[in-house]
Structures are given as structure tokens and as C-alpha cells.
């Protein structure tokens, strides 16, 4: 399983637009092959700022969708409304305690 995390700070006049675009294509992202679950989380104190939280059955999954037209679309369109670079994390889950 993977947790890919990605964090997106918008031109705030640009928000309600990135909304929009992502309320559109929520459902087919989650509904893309391998997707397990796919979440948008906004910062407590900065209403620009948000992260998307999706679950993949695998890494080959997360790259098909990653080559598909359906992130090539919608990428282009959600890049053109950032106000900084975002950034990417793909996350493995700890089966066991770690211990400090």
C-alpha cells in the first residue's frame, strides 16, 4: 500500500477555482484503478493551503494514474493556480512498533 500526501499553496483569488476543478474530478480519481481512498484536507490556519491524502493498492498504480490522461488533464489545470512549487511524499505504512 501506498499513501501519496501532496501539498498545494493556491494565489488565494484562486482557490474557489481549484475547488471547483477538484469537486469535478474527485470521484474519478478515487474511482481510478487501484485507488483506495482519496482525501483533501485544508490548513487550520492558512485557507490557501491544502493536501491531498489518497491510498494506492500499489507504486505501478499510483504511476498508471500519475501517466493517465485523467491526472495529465487535471494537473494542468490545478499547476496554472499555485502560489509556490508543490511537494510530494509517497508513504509506506509501519506494520510495527518503532521503537525510540
Same mark, same amino acid.
Request: aromatic letters at 12%.
Given at each position: ?31 481510478? !484503478? ?28 499510483? !504511476?498508471?494514474?500519475?501517466?493517465? !490522461? ?31
Amino acid at each position: 500500500m501506498i499513501v501519496r500526501i501532496v501539498k498545494m499553496e493556491f494565489e488565494q483569488a484562486k482557490v474557489d477555482a481549484f475547488l471547483r476543478l477538484f469537486n469535478s474530478t474527485r470521484d474519478k480519481i478515487a474511482g481510478f !484503478e487501484g485507488c483506495k481512498g482519496l482525501e483533501l484536507l485544508a490548513g487550520a490556519n492558512a485557507t490557501n493551503l491544502f493536501f491531498t491524502y489518497s491510498i494506492w493498492n500499489s507504486e505501478e498504480d499510483l !504511476e498508471n494514474y500519475r501517466n493517465s !490522461e485523467l491526472f495529465k488533464e487535471t494537473w494542468a489545470k490545478t499547476k496554472i493556480l499555485f502560489s509556490n512549487k508543490p511537494e510530494a511524499w509517497s508513504l509506506l505504512k509501519v506494520e510495527s512498533e518503532i521503537k525510540i
